[in-house]
């Protein structure tokens, strides 16, 4: 008694299908019990039993009721096929409709639109509300502190007297000894 989905055993699973299909075969053979009994109080209603005459006289009026009768059930028959075919074809068109009506309210295919959180709560919230959404203002103020020695590196100055300077024994010496 899992209240998970799908969290049955095989075992209990093959129990339900078994106890279905046996229902359903009841409730199948019920179905055709009546359906026999159907007919067979159809047939008492509407064919009395025969009761056979010798004369020619009455089998010639036996067939002409027989066929009064079988005209009258062939109309009735025309009558419930031309219904049937009547609403096949009204089932088809509504279905045609459908599909009509489908294609011409197609949805767009939407595209991609860069647009600013401004016009964004604006779209959303329609003209009438004004909401400004500046979102840089909420960041925090960072200063940035130079050190000396990085602004020394930056600042080489002249680079055609620095070559100079590192130029000849006397350059070469003074890289060695260090700037002092």
Same mark, same amino acid.
């Given at each position: 008694?899992?209240?998970?989905?799908?969290?049955?055993?095989?075992?209990?699973?093959? *129990?339900?299908?078994?106890?279905?299909?046996?229902?359903?075969? +009841?409730?199948?053979?019920?179905?055709?019990?009546? @359906?026999?009994?159907? %007919?067979? %109080?159809?047939?008492?209603?509407?064919?009395?039993?025969?009761?056979?005459?010798?004369?020619?006289?009455?089998?010639?009026?036996?067939?002409?009721?027989? /066929?009064?009768?079988?005209?009258?059930? =062939?109309?009735?028959? /025309?009558?419930?096929?031309?219904?049937?075919?009547?609403?096949?074809?009204?089932?088809? $068109?509504?279905?045609?409709?459908?599909? $009509?009506?489908?294609?011409? &309210?197609?949805?767009?295919?939407?595209?991609?639109?860069?647009?600013?959180? $401004?016009?964004?709560?604006?779209?959303?919230?329609?003209?009438?509300?004004?909401? *400004?959404? =500046?979102? %840089?203002?909420?960041?925090?103020?960072?200063?940035? +502190?130079? @050190? #000396?020695? $990085? #602004?020394?590196?930056? +600042?080489?100055? =002249?680079? %055609?007297?620095?070559?100079?300077? #590192?130029?000849?024994?006397?350059?070469?010496? #003074?890289? &060695?000894?260090?700037?002092?």
């Amino acid at each position: 008694s899992n209240s998970k989905k799908g969290n049955v055993s095989s075992s209990r699973k093959h *129990t339900l299908k078994s106890c279905m299909l046996a229902l359903a075969k +009841d409730w199948l053979e019920a179905e055709a019990l009546e @359906k026999v009994k159907e %007919r067979e %109080r159809y047939m008492e209603e509407n064919c009395p039993p025969l009761e056979m005459s010798h004369s020619k006289d009455d089998l010639m009026e036996l067939c002409k009721k027989m /066929y009064d009768k079988i005209n009258v059930i =062939d109309e009735e028959r /025309y009558n419930l096929e031309y219904k049937v075919i009547m609403v096949c074809n009204e089932v088809l $068109d509504l279905n045609i409709k459908i599909v $009509d009506l489908r294609g011409k &309210f197609k949805k767009p295919a939407l595209k991609k639109v860069r647009m600013s959180a $401004d016009a964004m709560l604006q779209a959303l919230l329609g003209s009438k509300h004004k909401v *400004t959404m =500046d979102l %840089r203002s909420n960041l925090k103020q960072v200063k940035k +502190d130079e @050190k #000396k020695e $990085d #602004k020394e590196l930056r +600042d080489v100055g =002249d680079w %055609r007297k620095n070559i100079d300077d #590192k130029a000849g024994m006397d350059g070469r010496k #003074k890289m &060695f000894q260090g700037d002092n």
